[in-house]
């Protein structure tokens, strides 16, 4: 069984950065995608960022595009999200997430596994 943990989530003012990581345990045993999806107040979780494997490929969403950075440690098992120039609207519980494949997709119900979340507030 794969187990994703978060950290790094907080309360920063708008403008600001904050750096997510996300810890895979129990890793599949062939390569796999990580990434990024948010769920802000009152509406639907939605995609953020992927990465491939090798780090090779990245896939980011408009909305952030140029703002936040994802990146794989040395640990392939170990994702960052760097988010830079924060926006109130940027406020959400944000999910690390892990698919078998090589594909970086948005597509939500193409990742079998899930992290908990961390609170991520920018505050106006």
């Known amino acids: 069984q794969v187990q994703l943990v978060e950290s790094g989530g907080g309360l920063v003012q708008a403008g600001g950065s904050l750096r997510l990581s996300c810890a895979a345990s129990?890793?599949?045993?062939?390569?796999?995608?990580m990434g990024w999806f948010r769920k802000p107040p009152g509406k639907e979780r939605e995609f953020v960022a992927a990465?491939?494997?090798?780090?090779?490929?990245?896939n980011y969403a408009d909305s952030v595009n140029g703002r936040f950075t994802i990146s794989r440690g040395i640990r392939k098992n170990t994702i960052y999200l760097q988010m830079n120039s924060l926006k109130p609207e940027d406020t959400a519980v944000y999910y690390c997430?892990?698919?078998?494949?090589?594909?970086?997709?948005?597509?939500?119900?193409?990742?079998?596994?899930w992290g908990q979340g961390t609170q991520v507030t920018a505050s106006s």
């Open positions: 129990g890793v599949l045993d062939r390569a796999y995608v």
């Open positions: 997430a892990a698919k078998a494949g090589s594909l970086p997709t948005a597509e939500r119900g193409a990742y079998d596994y």
């Open positions: 990465i491939t494997w090798s780090g090779g490929a990245e």
